[in-house]
């Protein structure tokens, strides 16, 4: 395998567990409301989530697991912001998936247009 071709299985490796998590509707919903509506707390994420709290509690740890989001305390309570990083590493991750489709539908093209 070429160094190149190692070097892209490596980082889409990394990328997996970013969306393995982003994968469940709950999860994504959730990653959804932060970008919206900023850092938020438990309480404030669990309204209207449709979940128990312990369950809204379960996806964030989820989504911390995968460096997708982080939390911070204030007083007794735990803000959960994004960690956008990782959410840029994945865009770079799907840009270069669409590359590569992109270069594969292009030589297929010219394959079959050089056919006689």
């Known amino acids: 395998m070429s160094r190149s071709r190692n070097a892209t ?4 490796t990394e990328a ?18 932060l970008c919206v509506d900023g850092p938020l707390s438990i309480t ?3 309204k209207g989530a449709g979940v ?9 740890q989820a989504l911390g697991d995968a460096g997708l989001v ?3 305390r204030r007083g007794r309570e735990r803000i959960w912001e994004l960690e956008p990083k990782r959410l840029e590493m994945a865009r770079r991750r799907l840009d270069q998936i669409a590359d590569q489709w992109e ?10 247009e050089e056919r006689p």
């Open 9 to 12: 299985t490596v980082k889409l």
């Open 16 to 33: 997996a567990p970013v969306f393995a998590a982003l994968g469940d509707a709950t999860r994504l919903r959730l990653v959804a409301r």
């Open 44 to 46: 404030r994420l669990s």
């Open 52 to 60: 128990t709290r312990q369950a809204v509690t379960k996806h964030l």
């Open 70 to 72: 982080r939390d911070t």
């Open 103 to 112: 270069a594969a539908i292009s030589r297929l093209k010219a394959f079959v």
